[in-house]
């Protein structure tokens, strides 16, 4: 009998670790994997640069060994000129270039560009621009070619707006020329720069805690940010309809967020070292807004401040919650039940009222991500798409390279 070809579920597929390196003395701060070629390259709190290259024993060795001045704190690798821009601890960003062959890099320029640390650098190709942001709360482009600063950004209102800021994370789109910059406070902010200045646009805010990831689908036009409160937004800018979706899927906070447009996959990962992979070809809904009553919504019992009604009725006052799927005020009893609603973006059991919990189909309770465990305790992660690899570098001084693929393929 002829086997019937079905298409695989995602669900089916999975990071396996392929390969891991393992010889920094400290955190490595930044690591990419270089398309096309069998190579990775880090930067580290141990202050070097490093190139690697995978060797026929299956090993990784360093092509290009190279110690900075100062510990690097981040950067970027632009693959088709081969430019690498490095960050570092003392304000200075250094750009070089790689050769060919990836075994020698040669210094183009160097300037301070911050006061403090820089904590994001991106080389925008397009515009010849390098854009960083500083622990100095100041959010700099220059250009790449003559090493001149073109602007900075550091407005009276930027200084209230960042007050608490200690880390910036930056994210660009090139078609309109505006930066997404998250701040310590959950705010995401949106500048539109100019050839030598940049204006506020808006901001908005979501999160509880620190914005520490952010990931732009130039396609879709949608901005996920992630932050320490364990969630990740999904804003709907280009659909002008102002939709924020929220997606629960992890217990800590978001360290990285990378976008696969080809299969519309969102990675995400947490400090706990657990990766998500979400379907974003999946309708979501937003979640509804919590009503507010004095009473429950399904049994009328009265909520402990409605004091009238206690005393009317001589009922005890109860403690309000709310359903997540229908958002009505509830108490306990009329919401026992917890169950996952991944189409809203709970891939976790949440709260909801009975009579929810027996309209949910389980179609509907069906995840739309997959859980992995990557089992060290991830600082940055950067996806290839090319070859859908993935790479993930770790406080315990580990980068790991994975391939995200059916679970039988076999790897050689
Ligand atoms: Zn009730
Ligand atoms: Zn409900």
Redesign the pocket.
Known sequence: MAAVAQPRPPQDRKPVLISKIDSFQDVVNTAVIIPKEDGVISVSQDRTVRVWLKRDSGQYWPSIYHTMPAPCSCMSFNPETRRLSVGMDNGVVSEFTVSEDYNKMTLARSYQAHQGAVTVVLFVLEMEWVISTGQDKSFTWHCSESGHQLGVYRTAAWHILCISINKLFVRFDVETRHAFVGEHSGQVTILKLEQDNCSLVTTFKGHTGNVTALCWDPVQRVLFSGSTDHSIIMWDIGGRKGTAIELQGHNDKIQGLCYAPSTRQLISCSADGKIVVWNMDVKRQETPEWLDSDSCQKCQQPFFWNFKQMWDSKKIGLRQHH?R????A?CGKC?SQRSTIPLMGFEFAVR??D??HKSITDEERAPTATFHDSKHTIAYVHYEPTRSWLLTSGMDRVIKVWVYTHTHTQIN
Do not use: R, T
């Open positions: 359903c799927k229908c958002g009505q509830v919401s909801v009222c009579e929810c």
